[in-house]
């Protein structure tokens, strides 16, 4: 059985740094790249990040370009979100998924229960 488990949201202030992971199990880890995306109250799902199988390639949205940092660590079967300069438009649950290298929810296969980021201003 595969599962997805995030962890290390919570509520924080505006300016500080949070560090997510997602502890993978019951897959092929190293084969799959993997992906963040956020849900925000009242809107629809979007990309956040994603890094390929390797670690070698990351893609942002640009909303988050330069203030997050995706990276994995395959030996751990586990990835990271280091999210720095926090605002309180970065508040959503945050979900980690595993598939295909891209942009989209549907090229990700297996998808986790999410973690809630709030940022207070």
């Known amino acids: 059985q595969v599962q997805l488990v995030e962890s290390g949201g919570g509520l924080v202030q505006a300016g500080v740094s949070l560090r997510l992971s997602c502890a993978t199990s019951?897959?092929?880890?190293?084969?799959?790249?993997m992906g963040w995306f956020r849900q925000a109250p009242g809107k629809e799902r979007e990309f956040a990040a994603a890094?390929?199988?390797?670690?070698?390639?990351?893609y942002y949205a640009n909303a988050v370009k330069g203030r997050f940092t995706m990276s994995r660590d395959n030996a751990k079967n586990t990835v990271y979100l280091q999210m720095n300069s926090l605002k309180p438009e970065d508040t959503a649950v945050y979900y980690c998924?595993?598939?295909?290298?891209?942009?989209?929810?549907?090229?990700?296969?297996?998808w986790g229960q999410g973690t809630q980021v709030t940022v207070s201003s």
């Open positions: 890094i390929s199988w390797s670690g070698g390639r990351t």
């Open positions: 998924a595993a598939g295909a290298l891209g942009q989209r929810e549907s090229e990700y296969r297996y």
């Open positions: 019951g897959l092929s880890f190293s084969n799959y790249a």
